[in-house]
């Protein structure tokens, strides 16, 4: 957890439908004053493809959710045609998702992938609260 005013910065490695429900659960309880924004960043193709409606289901507990696009080198390693979208949730680049985020006040943001998801993570501290 990183705190910053009424803010709560949390990067977790949870990218399994149940694990998401568990996390989002798990900072209602403890923040229950503050809103949940859950941002999520696929892994793996045949994981989206397999728990597309599970993770739609877990990701809607949150207040608000997000999903990033998958990263543009990786391989779909399905014979499907399909791309984030599947999952249902507002798929959003980095720069859009961080426009929509910066004026959110009083969130505890989750950024949930196997993915390393600092970074964009970091780039909402900075963007947010003018931190270097």
């Known amino acids: 957890e990183i705190i910053i005013k009424d803010d709560i910065f949390v990067d977790d490695y949870a990218h399994h439908p149940s694990q998401m429900r568990v996390i989002i659960e798990e900072y209602r309880n403890k ?8 941002i999520f960043k ?11 409606k599970q993770i739609n289901k ?3 507990t949150a207040d608000e959710a997000f999903v990033l696009p ?10 499907e045609l399909f791309d984030e ?7 959003l680049d980095n720069a859009l998702l961080l426009e929509k985020l910066k004026d959110y ?14 970074e964009i993570r970091n780039q909402l501290m900075s963007f947010k609260f003018d931190i270097d």
């Open 31 to 38: 923040y229950p004053s503050k809103r949940i924004i859950a």
């Open 42 to 52: 696929p892994d793996r193709y045949s994981r989206i493809l397999y728990f597309h």
């Open 58 to 60: 877990s990701l809607s």
């Open 70 to 79: 998958f990263p543009k080198m990786m391989k779909n390693d399905t014979n």
């Open 85 to 91: 979208s599947i999952i249902g949730i507002s798929v």
């Open 105 to 118: 006040s009083n969130c505890v943001f989750l950024f949930l992938s196997s993915k390393d998801l600092s």
